[in-house]
């Protein structure tokens, strides 16, 4: 066996290289099975960032439904979700260059064997947007999320709207409007008979995870719908993935017990089916997402999280009793269940990538329809510790240790690695703990990661999620902090070199940690937030007002605002700091990077600024990806004199 060579921490040499980064990380979605034929969507940074639809044919073999260059994705909500559906031997998807919905004919025999030439059946008409079908066949309709920019009033208006698949309502027509009583809308789903169509609903100030609500109401042949009423939730229960069974009953996730637990509406009342300090939902970002699916009428497959991991398991909802099932995976999401009872979902664990995995009728055989094979050699991935560790007030936080790691390379004797923290976005999201190039691209150059689910992060219950109400910039901020503390403490890592990393959300904590602890070194803030009064009044409908939970209401909290927003406390900073932007980006707008960075600027301290013309909420082509990694990486070595033979790109940092 060669021996190591030594060289300083962060600046090994890596085969995980941005070009990597971007070639294996297709990030696939929302797997389902027709009429034997499996479909999932893929998204692909090597693409120009575009998402297609894949048909895996019975011979295995897999081929695109969109085609070069065309794209699906849905700007519902600006992070859009389910924007595609097979039913009718037809391919319904929302098209990413105009939002319109088409319909693609798929011969039965080989769904893929068609000419891309989509029927349109949505008007054409700037503002429309829509997502999360469910197919009328009787009444030939789509029913949807719609979402209308162009509607009266200071905000667009979110409704549940009957398309006609016919393409008739692309004529000048009027989409028929079902449900516009609230301020947003989610899952409609019919029932088997066809007599009921189910939904979810909630207002502001609640997000979908603080207050949802389970609506139902009849619904004729024609897919008109009737007297609706409301089953469950409330502003302080949330509900998740309404679903019926194939008896017709009415499943769905509330956290009423302080955990993500499954429901059944039976009798006219609601009864759990599982009740376990568990999680079986996950915060609803994307339109469509799914834990659980029927196996049968008497079986529930499902998808739950306990202690930061992820299980499936195979529910009898007349025993009560849950059959554990055992995969190689430590996330799983996308549940879906076929006519068959074949269970698919996407999985991933600390060495493999998201993949799209199909557990037979039986229950026993687990097939990846697809299959990342790790592109470094295994000795070379880091594998993720999972860590509980103390922080202020006598209260746990939770995360992910990365060591570093590298068949060819170590640290010299005696050093200790610079330490990445890395704050997840949302900030209601979480880390699991599975393969991430983008992890790996810091770890095998010799730095230590952290990856902290602070409190008011997902999977730990409602309790610790609502730690972060009224807290934010703080209680996540002691997370990081402590995170520090405890790997110092260790003797893990260098204090001498801390660096603390986030986008979007976790971007904020990143400026409010450099501002408001002195744990830290240096940070990097991708379309991260630094005024937080900017955003509560510059942000899109979805999380207009989140920040009223998360921090107060707006303006009669004024004052909270500006104390905890990273902007109005420059005196404060006092390390390097780079922020990549995109100017596209309609979450936080690049006006909350510019003033940031103008802040430091005047202050003397070093700062970079990366900008991305053709990026949003989100960098999603391969080169602005590629060009972001090396940039950060540049910036960290140049600020803390990390020596490296890495040819990297000239950067300009002012006050350097």
Not at 68 to 87: I, M
Request: aromatic residues 10%.
């Amino acid at each position: 066996m060669t021996s190591k060579i030594a060289q300083p921490y962060g600046g090994w040499p890596s085969p995980v290289t941005p070009e990597l980064i971007t070639a294996g990380s297709v990030a696939r979605d929302y797997p389902c099975q027709v009429d034997g034929v499996s479909y999932w969507q893929e998204t692909r940074p090597d693409e120009a960032g575009r998402t297609t639809v894949v048909a895996r044919r019975a011979d295995g073999s897999l081929v695109d439904l969109l085609p070069f260059p065309h794209s699906t994705r849905s700007k519902v909500h600006e992070y859009g979700g389910r924007c595609w559906l097979v039913a009718d031997h037809s391919l319904f998807f929302v098209a990413a260059e105009d939002q319109r919905v088409y319909r693609l004919p798929l011969p039965a025999e080989h769904p893929a064997d068609t000419a891309f030439a989509p029927q349109p059946l949505t008007p054409e008409r700037p503002g429309l947007r829509f997502a999360d079908f469910c197919h009328h066949p009787t009444a030939g309709l789509l029913i949807a999320v719609c979402e209308d920019h162009g509607a009266a009033g200071d905000e667009p208006s979110n409704t549940l709207v009957a398309i006609p698949v016919d393409g008739s309502g692309c004529r000048g027509e009027e989409l028929r409007t079902l449900v516009a009583n609230a301020d947003f809308v989610a899952y409609p789903r019919l029932s088997p008979d066809l007599r009921s169509l189910c939904w979810i609903a909630w207002h502001h100030p609640q997000m979908p995870w603080d207050g949802s609500e389970l609506w139902c109401g009849d619904m004729d042949d024609g897919g008109e719908l009737g007297t609706a009423r409301k089953l469950a939730g409330g502003a302080t229960e949330a509900i998740f993935q309404p679903a019926w069974s194939p008896a017709g009953e009415l499943h769905f996730v509330s956290d009423a017990s302080g955990w993500w637990n499954l429901y059944r509406h039976h009798k006219g009342g609601n009864e759990p089916l599982f009740p376990v300090e568990a999680e079986f939902a996950t915060p609803l970002w994307s339109l469509g997402m799914s834990t659980y699916g029927f196996v049968g009428d008497r079986h529930i497959a499902t998808l739950f999280t306990q202690s930061g991991a992820w299980h499936l398991g195979v529910l009898d909802t007349a025993s009560g009793r849950m059959a554990m099932k055992a995969t190689p995976f430590s996330w799983m999401g996308a549940l879906s269940c076929s006519a068959d009872g074949d269970i698919l979902f996407i999985g991933a664990s600390a060495t493999s990538s998201g993949d799209v995995a199909l557990v037979s009728g039986g229950g026993e055989s687990l097939v990846r329809l697809t299959e990342s094979t790790p592109a470094i050699d295994r000795a070379t991935i880091s594998i993720p510790q999972p860590l509980s560790y103390p922080s202020a007030g006598g209260e746990m936080a939770n995360g992910f240790y990365y060591p570093p790691a590298n068949s060819q390379h170590r640290g010299p004797d005696g050093d200790k690695p610079p330490l990445i923290v890395m704050c997840h976005g949302g900030p209601t999201g979480a880390n699991y703990g599975v393969l991430s190039y983008k992890v790996q691209y810091w770890t095998s150059r010799g730095f230590a990661l952290l990856d902290v689910n602070y409190r008011g992060s997902t999977g730990y219950g409602r309790r610790y999620r609502e730690k972060l109400n009224g807290n934010w910039g703080v209680v996540d901020v002691e997370d990081a902090a402590a995170g520090v503390a405890h790997l110092v403490g260790q003797g893990l890592v260098d204090p001498a070199k801390t660096i603390i990393r986030g986008s979007s959300a976790g971007g904020y904590t990143v400026l409010a940690a450099l501002a408001f602890s002195d744990a830290f070194t240096a940070g990097a803030s991708l379309y991260g937030i630094g005024d937080l009064e900017a955003l509560a009044r510059d942000t899109h409908k979805f999380e207009s007002r989140y920040l009223d939970t998360l921090v107060g209401p707006y303006p009669a909290t004024q004052d909270t605002y500006r104390l905890r927003s990273p902007i109005h406390h420059q005196d404060r900073l006092h390390c390097p700091v780079i922020f990549l932007q995109g100017l596209e980006d309609k979450v936080v707008p690049p006006n909350q990077a510019e003033a940031m960075v103008n802040a430091l600027k005047s202050k003397g301290i070093p700062v970079a600024y990366i900008t991305f013309a053709d990026e949003g909420h989100g960098f999603r082509k391969a080169a602005n990806i590629q060009a972001a990694l090396a940039a950060e990486l540049a910036f960290y070595r140049r600020v803390l004199a990390i020596p490296s033979a890495e040819t990297l790109p000239e950067i300009e940092i002012h006050n350097l």
